[in-house]
């Protein structure tokens, strides 16, 4: 019988797995909320350690950059609001409520996902790289056949138009409440089938 494989060792009872995985917890948690309030220029190798109250040591002990921060930032809200969309599905009331309240409930996530990607051009490549899968859960709420003839140009421009206007939404200058912005995000995503399925004598 092969010997027990001993346990991993222990400082402060916490294993070396759970001390790195706190740590980098705590950049990504500093990253937010420097990007989130302040904006991605005010994200550096130093600030984020000076808030995280760790050394530089730790803060490559976990990312290899600045700009691998900053994407492993991006992905965590961006799969955060991909999630909240999976769920939702096929409601699409739902899934805008649902989308919302990632953008809402930690104003810093809206911020990080649909404004800082505009100016930061990093984020603004991995937003890119994302558009088809956002896509693709946008037209799974459209209830129709995804092999319909514009099924990818429809979702497509949904994406568009929903995050113009999440994103003047976000920054106070859409005139509404986001009562009356649900509805008509939801009517939007209702109306939308019919372009998926054009006349065929067009």
Known sequence: MPPATPPPP???GTTLDAR???RRRALLDAALDLAGKQGCPA???RS???AARLTDRYFYESFSSRDALLLALYD???GQALTALREAAPDARAAVESF???LTDDPRRGRVLLLEPMTDPVLGRRGADLLPVFADLVGSHLGVDPAAPDTQLTATALIGALAGLFIRWL???LPTDRTHLTTYCTRLLTA???LAHPDPLD
Do not use: I, K, N, Q
Request: proline share 4%.
């Open 192 to 194: 939308a089938p019919t």
């Open 43 to 45: 994200v550096t190798v």
């Open 100 to 102: 919302l309240d990632v």
């Open 76 to 78: 965590e809200v961006a």
């Open 171 to 173: 920054e106070g200058t």
């Open 48 to 50: 984020v350690c000076r």
């Open 10 to 12: 222990t400082w402060g």
């Open 20 to 22: 790195r995985a706190t």
